[in-house]
Protein backbone atom coordinates (compact mmCIF):
# COMPACT_ATOMS: atom_id res chain seq x y z
CA UNK A 1 0.00 0.00 0.00
CA UNK A 2 1.39 3.05 -1.36
CA UNK A 3 1.17 6.49 1.84
CA UNK A 4 0.40 9.93 0.25
CA UNK A 5 2.47 12.21 1.57
CA UNK A 6 0.93 15.17 3.96
CA UNK A 7 1.08 17.80 5.73
CA UNK A 8 0.43 18.06 9.63
CA UNK A 9 -0.30 21.19 11.06
CA UNK A 10 0.12 21.34 15.11
CA UNK A 11 -1.43 24.80 16.86
CA UNK A 12 -1.54 25.83 20.00
CA UNK A 13 -0.80 27.81 22.92
CA UNK A 14 2.45 28.10 24.45
CA UNK A 15 3.98 25.09 26.16
CA UNK A 16 1.45 22.37 25.65
CA UNK A 17 3.89 20.14 24.11
CA UNK A 18 3.66 21.04 20.32
CA UNK A 19 6.89 21.11 19.60
CA UNK A 20 7.82 17.75 21.54
CA UNK A 21 5.45 16.33 19.70
CA UNK A 22 5.92 17.26 16.17
CA UNK A 23 9.53 16.34 16.66
CA UNK A 24 8.61 12.95 17.10
CA UNK A 25 6.07 12.57 15.35
CA UNK A 26 8.03 13.38 12.29
CA UNK A 27 10.72 11.05 13.20
CA UNK A 28 8.23 8.31 13.21
CA UNK A 29 6.91 8.93 10.13
CA UNK A 30 10.28 10.15 8.65
CA UNK A 31 8.80 13.76 7.79
CA UNK A 32 10.32 16.75 8.05
CA UNK A 33 9.90 18.63 11.22
CA UNK A 34 9.74 22.69 11.08
CA UNK A 35 9.40 24.85 14.46
CA UNK A 36 7.76 28.06 13.05
CA UNK A 37 8.17 29.21 16.65
CA UNK A 38 12.02 28.82 16.30
CA UNK A 39 11.95 31.51 13.08
CA UNK A 40 10.09 33.93 15.28
CA UNK A 41 12.30 33.50 17.95
CA UNK A 42 15.52 33.99 15.40
CA UNK A 43 13.86 36.94 14.13
CA UNK A 44 13.62 38.44 17.88
CA UNK A 45 17.00 37.42 18.51
CA UNK A 46 18.25 39.84 15.50
CA UNK A 47 15.56 42.52 15.76
CA UNK A 48 16.92 42.57 19.55
CA UNK A 49 20.71 42.31 18.86
CA UNK A 50 20.78 45.31 16.17
CA UNK A 51 18.32 47.46 17.96
CA UNK A 52 15.55 47.09 15.26
CA UNK A 53 12.49 49.46 16.10
CA UNK A 54 9.31 47.06 15.69
CA UNK A 55 7.46 50.76 15.27
CA UNK A 56 9.63 51.98 11.61
CA UNK A 57 8.33 49.62 8.70
CA UNK A 58 11.79 50.36 6.79
CA UNK A 59 14.15 49.27 9.24
CA UNK A 60 12.02 45.87 9.66
CA UNK A 61 11.82 45.43 6.09
CA UNK A 62 15.76 46.05 5.85
CA UNK A 63 16.33 43.70 8.86
CA UNK A 64 13.91 41.05 7.38
CA UNK A 65 16.16 40.96 3.90
CA UNK A 66 19.12 40.36 5.94
CA UNK A 67 17.61 37.55 7.89
CA UNK A 68 18.19 34.04 7.02
CA UNK A 69 16.90 31.23 9.01
CA UNK A 70 17.44 27.17 8.55
CA UNK A 71 17.15 24.04 10.10
CA UNK A 72 19.83 21.60 10.17
CA UNK A 73 19.95 18.13 12.10
CA UNK A 74 22.85 17.56 14.65
CA UNK A 75 24.75 14.91 15.86
CA UNK A 76 21.54 13.61 17.89
CA UNK A 77 19.54 13.97 14.54
CA UNK A 78 17.24 17.03 16.24
CA UNK A 79 16.52 19.78 14.25
CA UNK A 80 18.54 23.29 15.37
CA UNK A 81 17.78 26.84 14.52
CA UNK A 82 20.66 28.85 12.39
CA UNK A 83 20.52 32.45 12.24
CA UNK A 84 22.74 33.67 9.26
CA UNK A 85 24.82 30.89 9.60
CA UNK A 86 25.00 30.75 13.29
CA UNK A 87 23.33 28.24 15.41
CA UNK A 88 21.17 30.10 17.75
CA UNK A 89 18.93 26.93 19.38
CA UNK A 90 20.20 27.82 23.01
CA UNK A 91 20.08 31.61 22.32
CA UNK A 92 16.55 31.79 20.97
CA UNK A 93 15.26 29.44 24.07
CA UNK A 94 16.11 31.99 26.74
CA UNK A 95 13.72 34.40 28.62
CA UNK A 96 14.68 37.45 27.16
CA UNK A 97 13.62 36.15 23.73
CA UNK A 98 10.56 34.67 25.27
CA UNK A 99 9.40 37.97 26.69
CA UNK A 100 9.65 39.65 23.24
CA UNK A 101 8.54 37.26 20.67
CA UNK A 102 5.22 37.60 20.98
CA UNK A 103 5.36 41.36 20.34
CA UNK A 104 7.25 40.59 17.58
CA UNK A 105 5.10 37.92 15.55
CA UNK A 106 2.23 41.01 15.86
CA UNK A 107 4.20 42.46 12.79
CA UNK A 108 2.05 42.13 10.07
CA UNK A 109 5.82 42.29 7.71
CA UNK A 110 7.35 39.57 9.94
CA UNK A 111 4.04 37.13 9.38
CA UNK A 112 4.34 38.11 5.82
CA UNK A 113 8.15 36.28 5.46
CA UNK A 114 7.83 34.11 7.58
CA UNK A 115 4.66 32.43 6.29
CA UNK A 116 6.00 32.59 2.49
CA UNK A 117 9.24 30.91 4.13
CA UNK A 118 6.95 28.15 5.82
CA UNK A 119 5.08 27.87 2.52
CA UNK A 120 7.93 27.17 0.77
CA UNK A 121 9.35 24.22 3.52
CA UNK A 122 6.29 22.94 3.14
CA UNK A 123 5.41 23.05 -0.52
CA UNK A 124 6.47 19.04 -1.44
CA UNK A 125 4.37 18.15 1.90
CA UNK A 126 5.81 15.30 4.44
CA UNK A 127 6.09 18.08 6.94
CA UNK A 128 5.42 18.29 10.35
CA UNK A 129 4.92 22.11 11.56
CA UNK A 130 4.06 23.65 14.76
CA UNK A 131 3.28 26.95 15.39
CA UNK A 132 0.06 29.29 15.86
CA UNK A 133 -1.72 29.95 12.53
CA UNK A 134 -0.44 26.70 10.26
CA UNK A 135 -3.57 25.13 9.88
CA UNK A 136 -5.32 28.82 9.92
CA UNK A 137 -3.28 30.78 7.55
CA UNK A 138 0.07 28.74 6.35
CA UNK A 139 -1.61 25.63 5.38
CA UNK A 140 -5.45 25.81 5.43
CA UNK A 141 -5.93 22.78 3.39
CA UNK A 142 -3.33 20.87 5.69
CA UNK A 143 -4.98 17.24 5.71
CA UNK A 144 -4.55 17.06 9.52
CA UNK A 145 -4.50 19.72 11.89
CA UNK A 146 -3.92 19.44 15.36
CA UNK A 147 -4.90 21.76 17.89
CA UNK A 148 -2.86 21.54 21.64
CA UNK A 149 -4.60 22.59 24.64
CA UNK A 150 -3.58 22.14 28.58
CA UNK A 151 -3.76 23.61 31.84
CA UNK A 152 -1.90 26.72 32.41
CA UNK A 153 0.11 25.10 36.07
CA UNK A 154 1.09 22.12 33.71
CA UNK A 155 1.90 24.38 31.32
CA UNK A 156 4.23 26.51 33.53
CA UNK A 157 5.65 23.72 35.34
CA UNK A 158 6.59 22.06 31.83
CA UNK A 159 8.32 25.04 30.38
CA UNK A 160 9.90 25.40 34.14
CA UNK A 161 11.62 21.93 33.31
CA UNK A 162 12.74 23.14 29.62
CA UNK A 163 14.82 26.17 30.82
CA UNK A 164 16.35 23.96 33.87
CA UNK A 165 17.03 21.65 31.28
CA UNK A 166 19.39 24.47 30.35
CA UNK A 167 20.65 25.53 33.66
CA UNK A 168 18.29 28.41 33.77
CA UNK A 169 15.88 28.42 37.25
CA UNK A 170 13.09 30.35 36.55
CA UNK A 171 10.79 31.44 39.00
CA UNK A 172 6.87 29.76 38.22
CA UNK A 173 5.29 32.93 38.97
CA UNK A 174 7.06 34.65 36.35
CA UNK A 175 6.77 31.45 33.98
CA UNK A 176 3.28 31.89 34.24
CA UNK A 177 3.56 35.78 33.77
CA UNK A 178 4.98 35.21 30.36
CA UNK A 179 2.55 32.14 29.43
CA UNK A 180 -0.18 34.12 30.33
CA UNK A 181 0.66 37.48 28.34
CA UNK A 182 1.84 35.49 25.22
CA UNK A 183 -1.40 34.12 25.26
CA UNK A 184 -2.89 36.99 25.55
CA UNK A 185 -1.05 38.89 22.62
CA UNK A 186 -1.38 35.62 20.64
CA UNK A 187 -4.69 35.31 20.97
CA UNK A 188 -6.02 39.05 20.39
CA UNK A 189 -3.22 40.57 17.54
CA UNK A 190 -4.95 41.66 14.39
CA UNK A 191 -2.57 39.72 12.09
CA UNK A 192 -3.13 35.56 12.22
CA UNK A 193 -4.73 35.33 15.84
CA UNK A 194 -3.98 32.10 17.52
CA UNK A 195 -7.41 29.95 17.14
CA UNK A 196 -8.05 26.47 16.73
CA UNK A 197 -9.45 25.80 12.48
CA UNK A 198 -12.75 24.44 13.00
CA UNK A 199 -11.57 21.25 11.64
CA UNK A 200 -8.86 20.81 13.48
CA UNK A 201 -8.95 17.66 15.53
CA UNK A 202 -8.16 19.07 19.81
CA UNK A 203 -5.78 17.62 22.18
CA UNK A 204 -5.83 18.35 25.61
CA UNK A 205 -2.29 17.30 26.94
CA UNK A 206 -2.49 18.01 30.55
CA UNK A 207 -2.77 14.35 32.11
CA UNK A 208 -1.62 12.41 29.29
CA UNK A 209 1.86 11.38 28.30
CA UNK A 210 4.11 12.68 25.21
CA UNK A 211 3.84 8.97 24.05
CA UNK A 212 -0.24 8.97 23.82
CA UNK A 213 -0.03 12.67 22.76
CA UNK A 214 2.82 11.13 19.91
CA UNK A 215 0.50 7.85 19.44
CA UNK A 216 -2.88 9.58 18.79
CA UNK A 217 -1.37 11.87 15.98
CA UNK A 218 0.46 8.95 14.30
CA UNK A 219 -2.77 7.46 14.54
CA UNK A 220 -4.48 9.81 12.77
CA UNK A 221 -2.03 10.88 10.15
CA UNK A 222 -1.91 7.48 8.75
CA UNK A 223 -5.59 7.48 8.63
CA UNK A 224 -5.08 10.66 6.50
CA UNK A 225 -2.26 8.97 4.29
CA UNK A 226 -4.64 5.95 3.67
CA UNK A 227 -7.62 7.67 2.92
CA UNK A 228 -6.53 11.07 1.19
O1 LIG B 1 6.04 28.06 20.01
P1 LIG B 1 6.89 29.12 20.66
O2 LIG B 1 6.57 29.37 22.09
O3 LIG B 1 8.35 28.87 20.46
O4 LIG B 1 6.53 30.45 19.85
C1 LIG B 1 7.11 31.68 20.16
C2 LIG B 1 6.20 32.82 19.78
O5 LIG B 1 6.12 32.94 18.36
C3 LIG B 1 4.77 32.75 20.29
O6 LIG B 1 4.59 33.52 21.44
C4 LIG B 1 3.94 33.29 19.17
C5 LIG B 1 4.82 33.30 17.96
N1 LIG B 1 4.39 32.40 16.90
C6 LIG B 1 3.49 32.87 15.98
O7 LIG B 1 3.01 34.00 16.13
N2 LIG B 1 3.12 32.10 14.93
C7 LIG B 1 3.62 30.87 14.78
N3 LIG B 1 3.26 30.14 13.72
C8 LIG B 1 4.54 30.36 15.73
C9 LIG B 1 4.90 31.14 16.80
Given at each position: MRLKKIVIAIDGYSACGKSSTAKQVAKILGYKYIDTGAMYRAVTLYFLDHYISLT?????????DDIKI???????????????????EKEIRKMRISDNVSQVSTLKQVREAMVAQQRKMGKEKGVVMDGRDIGTVVFPDAELKV??????NIRAYRRQQELLANDKLVDLEEVIENLIMRDRIDTTRAESPLKKA??????????????EQVEEVVRLAISRMVSE
Amino acid sequence: MRLKKIVIAIDGYSACGKSSTAKQVAKILGYKYIDTGAMYRAVTLYFLDHYISLTNPKEVSKALDDIKIQFHLNAEKQSETFLNGLNVEKEIRKMRISDNVSQVSTLKQVREAMVAQQRKMGKEKGVVMDGRDIGTVVFPDAELKVFMTADMNIRAYRRQQELLANDKLVDLEEVIENLIMRDRIDTTRAESPLKKADDAHEIDTSFITLEEQVEEVVRLAISRMVSE
